[in-house]
Nanobody
Framework: VQLVESGGGLVQAGGSLRLSCAAS????????FGWFRQAPGKEREFVAA????????SYADSVKGRFTISRDNAKSMVYLQMDSLKPEDTAVYYC?????????????????WGQGTQVTVSS
């Protein structure tokens, strides 16, 4: 099983980034996916999630209206489009897979995690 994030980098405030998560080794369509982030000295927090079909999504209040999660089941890919980035969005972003949509807010319920990708937003 592998989840591999990419697309992180350094961007100025107000800019955009698109994170990608490539999944392999399991039945992609059977899993909901979440994006989490962890800033230095802070706990890991929920950012966004998408259901198995892609028909349901959920966002943290801090990113609602700025971030968009999507998935391509044919390519086994999950994406996080991040617009209007702020310095407080600076963190390592993680992709994770959960077999149940009901537990998407619970980090400990996720089955697999990627290694993370760094996003740095300069002011």
């Amino acid at each position: 099983v592998q989840l591999v994030e990419s697309g992180g980098g350094l961007v100025q405030a107000g800019g955009s980034l698109r994170l990608s998560c490539a999944a392999s080794g399991f039945i992609f369509d059977d899993y909901a996916f979440g994006w989490f982030r962890q800033a230095p000295g802070k706990e890991r927090e929920f950012v966004a999630a998408i259901s198995q079909s892609g028909g349901s999504t959920s966002y943290a209040d801090s990113v609602k209206g700025r971030f968009t999660i999507s998935r391509d089941n044919a390519k086994s890919m999950v994406y996080l489009q991040m617009d209007s980035l702020k310095p407080e969005d600076t963190a390592v972003y993680y992709c994770a897979a959960d077999s149940s949509w009901k537990s998407i807010f619970e980090m400990r319920e996720y089955d697999w995690w990627g290694q993370g990708t760094q996003v740095t937003v300069s002011s």
